[in-house]
């Protein structure tokens, strides 16, 4: 931790998918000075002095359960969603093919069937128990961060969203959560909580990208401080929910009544597909909703639907209409529609987290990072999800190194 210049690793859960492959592309871009920085926080002005590592340097690997090549992601996403130039990914083609060196076989334990059904032969590495799969994802961080003798690891969660774990007493009492580790119980822990669990025991540091579990059980929460490691999620804040946590302050700032807020949602790609199912969609939901009652202090009516459209592939398309009430009981009504490219608009965002956890490493913190309350759509212990106020929060906590206020 005393050099000048640490290596950092990014490690990615679903490295193939259209997040991981769009950061792994990004970073191949970001090290050949291409591109540019839009899209990315840490680019800004606030952040220039705080010594971030070069997202360009960034020494990338994951874990995959399909066959498909990072480079080959990266041209599915040209060719469907029309992203990305041919020239860059030219470019950058050798940076992906030494990154895909560094991807191996992920674990399904504790997986969904559907996306369990996604997985290639070759491409799982096989367990018998909770624990097994545990100590997988450890000896492959090992073995990584020992291969490009790396400083510090940080994994990112951008695999398939789960549905919601069902309740165990394995994920209070700690007891009861060794003893589930070591036996065939592949419904107890969901297999973000597992790659956590990896990460955990090997001091890397985990952020969850998605709205799955991850680290956000007791037990596991306790091996992170115990571990001294860093953590933070959960389901990144990229589209329609960013614009809620910007918008519902403006209403409550001006004493404007909400009286509902309506909102449709299509996406294309396989995290649409994956959305498709009940029990997913649901947590999705409730991640989405949550924030509006807690920032106005009130519950309006809510309606959040989610479609999936196999023909928009990687872009998502969100319209809400929105109805308030103000001045003598008039009522009154705003609508938008949000087109963006999802992975494209998430990928900036994780390599932001990365250089943010690598920061928090070198100061020598560990547990919750609640100043990254900003990047999420359900932050993990945070009470307030007005944009702007997480948003100062962030660079009060870069700047000066501690907290103004709790979130």
């Known amino acids: 931790m005393g050099k000048k210049h640490p290596r950092i690793g990014l490690w990615l859960v679903g490295a193939a998918g259209g997040v991981g492959s769009t950061v792994a592309l990004g970073v191949a871009a970001l ?21 971030l590592v070069d997202p360009g340097a960034l020494v990338v690997g994951g874990h995959e359960i399909r066959s498909q090549s990072l480079i080959d992601a990266v041209r ?11 020239e860059l990914i030219a470019a950058c083609a050798p940076g992906l093919r030494r990154m895909q060196s560094n991807v191996r076989p992920g674990i399904v334990l504790g997986m969904a069937r ?21 100590r997988a994802v450890r000896d492959d961080l090992a073995a990584f961060k020992l291969r490009h003798r790396l400083d510090y690891v940080v994994v990112v969660n951008v695999a398939s969203s789960e549905p919601p774990a069902a309740l165990h007493a394995g994920h209070e009492d700690m007891t009861a959560f060794r003893r589930a580790l070591s036996k065939r119980m592949p419904d107890v822990f969901p297999s973000s909580a597992l790659y956590a669990l990896g990460a955990f025991e090997s001091g890397c540091g985990y952020i969850n ?5 991850g680290a956000r059980m007791s037990t ?16 990144g804040k990229t589209g329609e929910t960013l614009l809620k946590s910007v918008l ?14 309506v909102g449709h949602n299509m996406l294309g790609n396989r995290d ?8 997913v969609k649901t947590a999705k939901i409730g991640s989405k909703e949550r924030l509006l009652s807690e920032i106005v202090g009130y519950r309006p009516h809510m309606h959040t639907s989610i479609e999936f459209v196999p023909s928009l592939a990687d872009w998502k398309i969100a319209s809400d209409h929105v109805q308030f009430e103000g001045f003598l009981n008039t009522r009154m009504n705003l609508q938008f529609v949000w087109t963006g490219c999802d992975s494209v608009l998430a990928a ?8 943010l956890t690598a920061l928090e490493w070198r100061r020598g913190r560990a547990g919750r990072m609640d100043h990254l309350a900003c990047f999420f759509k359900d932050p993990d212990g945070c009470r307030r999800h007005g944009f702007h106020d997480q948003w100062r929060q962030l660079t009060q906590y870069v700047v000066n190194g501690r907290h103004g206020d709790d979130a």
Do not use: Q
């Not at 519902?248 to 807020?261: E, G, I, Q, T």
């Open 31 to 51: 090290g050949r000075k291409l591109g540019g920085g839009a899209g990315l926080v840490t680019a800004l002005p606030e952040f220039e002095s705080a010594g």
């Open 76 to 86: 599915e996403m040209h060719v469907e969603s029309r992203v990305f130039s041919a």
């Open 114 to 134: 559907e996306v369990r059904d996604m997985a290639d032969r070759g491409c799982v590495r096989r367990v018998a128990t909770p624990g097994a799969a545990v």
């Open 209 to 213: 990208f998605t709205a799955s579990t």
């Open 220 to 235: 596991i929460e306790e091996v992170a401080l115990r571990r001294g490691c860093l953590y933070m999620g959960r389901d």
């Open 248 to 261: 519902a302050p403006m209403f409550a700032h001006r004493n404007l009544k909400l009286l509902s807020w």
């Open 272 to 279: 649409g597909a994956n959305l498709s199912r009940p029990d």
């Open 348 to 355: 900036p965002l994780v390599i932001d987290l990365v250089r």
